[in-house]
């Protein structure tokens, strides 16, 4: 059973700064894509952004130019970083992570982890 563990979300001023980790086991961490989901308050889940297993990235509109997926093979973890936060960012943020075994994929996602943009 492959559990990934967030941590870094909270409340944030407009303008401010947060970043989010998630701990992915060592197993499966070289051979797997990952990415930040969201979900807003009565929205549906959307994609943030994604980083692939070679760190080739891609965000959504709303997060490019503030925020910065990252991975980390020391730390077995994948960060986000973000900056200029707004009361629209206010969502529960989740780490979602593909993994590509030998003969098929599997994936995890995270408990998810609350961040307030607020004044």
């Known amino acids: 059973q492959v559990h990934l563990v967030e941590s870094g979300g909270g409340l944030v001023q407009p303008g401010g700064s947060l970043t989010l980790s998630c701990a992915v086991p060592?197993?499966?961490?070289?051979?797997?894509?990952m990415a930040w989901h969201r979900q807003g308050p009565e929205k549906e889940r959307e994609l943030v952004a994604v980083?692939?297993?070679?760190?080739?990235?891609t965000y959504s509109d709303s997060a490019k130019g503030r925020f910065t997926i990252s991975r980390d093979g020391a730390e077995q973890s994948v960060s986000l970083q973000m900056n200029s936060l707004k009361p629209a960012d206010t969502a529960v943020y989740y780490c979602?992570?593909?993994?590509?075994?030998?003969?098929?994929?599997?994936?995890?996602w995270g408990q998810g982890t609350q961040v307030t943009v607020s004044s």
């Open positions: 980083i692939s297993r070679n760190g080739d990235t």
């Open positions: 979602h992570v593909t993994y590509y075994g030998r003969w098929e994929e599997f994936e995890y």
């Open positions: 060592g197993m499966i961490f070289s051979d797997s894509a």
